[in-house]
């Protein structure tokens, strides 16, 4: 039995495009009567963001391209590229990127004279969840790789809901799993064991990815607490390498993963004061664009 759910029209071509933002960002009714035209506007206001951001950042992420780093190393450097230009577009269009290619500190800004240290460090509230995130990542890349031998039959997006959220992924029941998405999307009659419905949005290639809207937990100030000190050690590294004026921390929670997902900040993340050797903490939300800083306090010297 095929349970690919297609859906088609307006929406779609919308939805395919801003995909996770439509969720977290746009707080669109799908009840309100105006509901199409006011998600076109907002899809609109993201796409000129996104061509604003990627003009500035391109010819940064070229030379990552054409650097002689590693695999991971250029993936990992895209996305810290991705993460401060959206960042600083967010926060303060003036702020310049003089070099996000630095080791340490990650990046270095320039705002008026000040040349700006800027430490990134993404948010994740589960190492477990992010683990098993890689392992459906690889085997939706798989499944996608033997789909494009008929790319024209099988492209869209593909959304996965599966029957336990909880689903364990040993090597024996990942390779049933591969075979049952599969055979369910190219409409191949089979036992559902694993899977509780594919959901088909039309789109240029094909791509694969968990369906489920998760929420993990609280984002709290013991989690902040952490990250922070697990970049503040750095900075006694390099301080004296550079001539920079300030040094700031950038924690990203991305949204679009499980294991950096968050239901709400605990109210106290807004209160307390954290003593640290940085001058300027942030919280970027990529997803809902939002940026928040933290209260700081310098750190007494021992």
């Not at 499980?258 to 605990?266: A, G, I, R, V």
């Not at 004061?273 to 970027?284: D, Q």
Request: charged share 35%.
């Amino acid at each position: 039995m095929l349970v690919i759910t297609e859906i088609y029209g307006t929406f779609v071509c919308i939805y395919a495009y801003t995909d996770v933002v439509f969720h977290k960002k746009m707080n669109i009714n799908i009840n309100d009567p105006d509901f199409i035209n006011k998600l076109k506007s907002q899809a609109n206001i993201l796409t000129k963001e996104r061509n604003v951001v990627l003009k500035k950042i391109q010819p940064w992420l070229d030379k990552v391209y054409n650097s002689n780093l590693s695999y991971n190393e250029k993936k990992q450097k895209k996305k810290e590229i991705i993460d401060l230009g959206n960042f600083l577009y967010y926060h303060n269009k003036r702020i310049k990127i003089v070099n996000p290619l630095a080791e340490s500190p990650d990046a270095i800004v320039k705002k008026g004279c000040k040349k700006i240290g800027i430490e990134l460090k993404d948010l994740i509230i589960r190492i477990d969840e992010k683990e098993k995130e890689s392992i459906f990542k690889k085997l939706f890349s798989e499944i996608e790789e033997e789909l494009k031998n008929d790319i024209q039959k099988y492209k869209g997006i593909y959304k996965v809901e599966f029957i336990d959220s909880d689903l364990s992924l040993k090597n024996e029941i990942k390779q049933l799993l591969k075979s049952e998405i599969i055979s369910l999307i190219k409409g191949i009659s089979t036992k559902k064991e694993y899977v509780k419905n594919i959901f088909k949005i039309p789109y240029k290639s094909i791509n694969i990815q968990k369906g489920e809207a998760t929420i993990v937990g609280n984002l709290k100030v013991e989690t902040v607490i952490e990250k922070i000190y697990s970049k503040e050690k750095n900075i006694n590294r390099y301080k004296n390498n550079f001539k920079l004026s300030e040094f700031w921390l950038l924690l990203v929670l991305s949204g679009i993963e499980k294991s950096s997902d968050y239901s709400y900040f605990d109210q106290e993340i807004f209160e307390y004061n954290f003593k640290t050797e940085f001058n300027r903490i942030f919280i970027f939300d990529f997803f809902k664009r939002k940026v928040t800083e933290l209260k700081t306090q310098k750190k007494k010297q021992k």
